[in-house]
């Protein structure tokens, strides 16, 4: 059932756990998400960049892919919007059937991210859609979003969600997308500070790789969405090599695609079991 991310996140923020967000390009890949979700008992989010997009042809089939593997679960699940800087696709999305968008003008001066964000919450509010939005920047690259950390400022972020009305805020504490290249330091402090100052649900972006226990920390701290996009593509990615290496392989659909579907299904729980610290959630193991 594909649900709003609002509902979702503000849950996790009462009871002190995160939401997975994951990104998919396939059925294969979203349907793992969900069963790794449902074996939990766990709400999930779908999520789609513009990478994604357009290697599924369009938020169409992006909506019709996300929708299917959803029918798996009686759990809620987001089909969400991930880093976008244009208004016109985000309208795309909401008119496909996305729950959530993702309004990324972070590059901006504040102002103009002020209005632009603000536009693209007024704008979803007649399909019942959740707007995220970013202030500070991430290093590293995600879709068509380039930057270097700059860190979010708490006065700034509690002034930004107010004017906006956003349901959630992407926070930059030290993360960043991709694989990291040397140790990443998190500012912990800097995000309880952020904490105390916004109420709306904030979230984690560049989760691939960041130090479980931080991870655990940020979401102690008020984290209630974490992302994972390049971890969960290279659980794909190095078991469709890896399984070609065995002696003896032979191609089929089974041999190949569902071993890369099975490593991404166990990378995408070992993630939910991390962002439930304290045991919050439905632990149903039932698969």
């Known amino acids: 059932m594909l649900v709003p991310m609002k509902e979702l996140l503000q849950k996790a923020q009462h009871a002190g756990y995160a939401v997975g967000a994951f990104e ?52 809620p699940v987001a089909l969400h919007l991930d880093h976008s800087e244009s208004y016109k696709e985000i309208v795309a999305a909401l008119e496909t059937g996305f729950t959530s968008v993702m309004i990324d003008a972070s590059a901006m001066p504040f102002e103009e991210n002020v209005a632009l964000t603000k536009k ?75 904490r105390a100052q916004v109420s709306v649900p904030l979230v984690l972006h560049g989760g691939s790789g960041t130090p479980e226990d931080k991870v655990q920390a940020a979401i102690r701290s008020g984290i209630a969405k974490v992302n994972i996009c390049t971890e969960f593509i290279a659980a794909f990615g190095k078991t469709l090599k890896q ?26 729980l070992e993630k939910i079991r991390l962002f439930d610290p304290d045991h919050k959630l439905g632990q149903k193991e039932c698969l």
């Open 24 to 75: 998919f390009w396939s059925y294969d890949s979203a349907l793992a998400v969900i069963e790794a979700a449902k074996q939990y008992g766990a709400p999930v989010i779908l999520q789609v960049g513009h990478f994604e997009r357009d290697y599924m042809n369009g938020f169409g089939n992006a909506f019709r892919l996300a929708s299917m593997a959803a029918e798996h679960t009686d759990l």
């Open 120 to 194: 693209v919450v007024e704008t979803a509010a007649p399909y019942g859609a959740s707007v995220e939005a970013e202030l500070g920047r991430l290093a590293g690259e995600e879709g068509s979003c380039k930057g270097i950390n700059a860190g979010t400022d708490p006065i700034q972020a509690a002034e930004f969600t107010q004017r906006t009305g956003i349901d959630a805020l992407a926070v930059s504490i030290g993360t960043a997308h991709g694989f990291y290249t040397s140790t990443p330091k998190i500012d912990i402090p800097l995000l309880q500070k952020i």
């Open 243 to 268: 399984v070609q290496e065995v002696p003896g392989f032979k191609y089929n659909v089974f041999s190949l695609f569902r071993e890369g579907m099975l490593s991404g299904r166990a990378l995408a």
